[in-house]
C-alpha cells in the first residue's frame, strides 16, 4: 500500500494558489479515507483536510482552511487532491497526505503515509 505525494508548484506568493495530489497504489482510494496533514517548522503535525469514502461522504477541515482549502477525489486515477487558495504565510509547511480515520471529532491517520512534498508562501 503506498500513497505518493505530489505539488503542481511548491513556492507560491502569499495569495496564491497550489493544487496538492495524493496519488494511492495497491488499493483504492473509494473504500479509504485519505486526508492531508502538515507539520510547520517547530510545530506539531496538524490534519489540515480529509475526505471519507464515497459511501459516507463526507469532509473535514481544519478551522485555518475553512474557505481556503477544498479537498476532493478523483476516482479514476485513484487520487485525491487538496485544492489550496487565497494561501498565507501560515500555509507553509511540509504537506503529507496518509490514510485517516474520519470520525464526528476529527481526522486521525490510520497507517499508510505518503511522502512529504514542501509548500513554500513567500511575502
Known amino acids: 500500500l503506498m500513497l505518493a505525494a505530489g505539488v503542481w508548484g511548491g513556492l507560491v506568493q502569499l495569495g496564491g494558489s497550489l493544487n496538492l495530489s495524493c496519488k494511492a497504489s495497491?488499493?483504492?482510494?473509494?473504500?479509504?479515507?485519505i486526508g492531508w496533514f502538515r507539520q510547520a517548522p517547530g510545530k506539531e503535525r496538524e490534519g489540515v483536510s480529509c475526505?471519507?469514502?464515497?459511501?459516507?461522504?463526507?469532509?473535514y477541515y481544519a478551522d485555518s482552511v475553512k474557505g481556503r482549502f477544498t479537498i476532493s477525489r478523483h476516482n479514476a486515477e485513484n487520487t485525491v487532491h487538496l485544492q489550496m487558495t487565497s494561501l498565507k504565510a501560515g500555509d507553509t509547511a511540509i504537506y503529507y497526505c496518509?490514510?485517516?480515520?474520519?470520525?464526528?471529532?476529527?481526522?486521525?491517520?490510520?497507517?499508510?503515509w505518503g511522502q512529504g512534498t514542501l509548500v513554500t508562501v513567500s511575502s
Open positions: 475526505i471519507s469514502t464515497v459511501i459516507e461522504d463526507r469532509t
Open positions: 495497491g488499493f483504492t482510494i473509494d473504500y479509504h479515507a
Open positions: 496518509a490514510t485517516v480515520d474520519l470520525l464526528t471529532s476529527g481526522c486521525y491517520p490510520a497507517g499508510v
